[in-house]
């Protein structure tokens, strides 16, 4: 079923919560463990990175600039 085109608002409250209010002024709410699913999978999925240890911060040399830009 299409509702693309017939959704006229959506509202996510903080602890996840979707309300959907379509142009008729029906309204569909939808629970967290319906619509977070993908959130969870996301954030499991991140990992911390790796430092590069520099001399000094506000100084890069060279060679130091050219490690952090090899990371990007």
């Known amino acids: 079923m299409r509702t693309l085109g017939k959704v ?4 996510v409250t903080p602890d996840g ?3 959907v ?3 008729d002024g029906s309204v569909a709410t939808l629970t967290p463990d319906k619509n977070s699913s993908k959130k969870q999978k996301d954030a499991a999925g991140i ?4 430092k590069t ?4 911060p506000a100084n890069l040399t ?6 952090q830009l090899r990371k990007q």
């Open 62 to 67: 060279q060679a130091e600039k050219k490690m």
């Open 8 to 11: 006229a608002n959506v509202e």
């Open 17 to 19: 919560t979707a309300t």
């Open 47 to 50: 990992k911390e990175p790796a």
């Open 21 to 23: 209010t379509f142009k």
């Open 53 to 56: 240890p520099v001399e000094d």
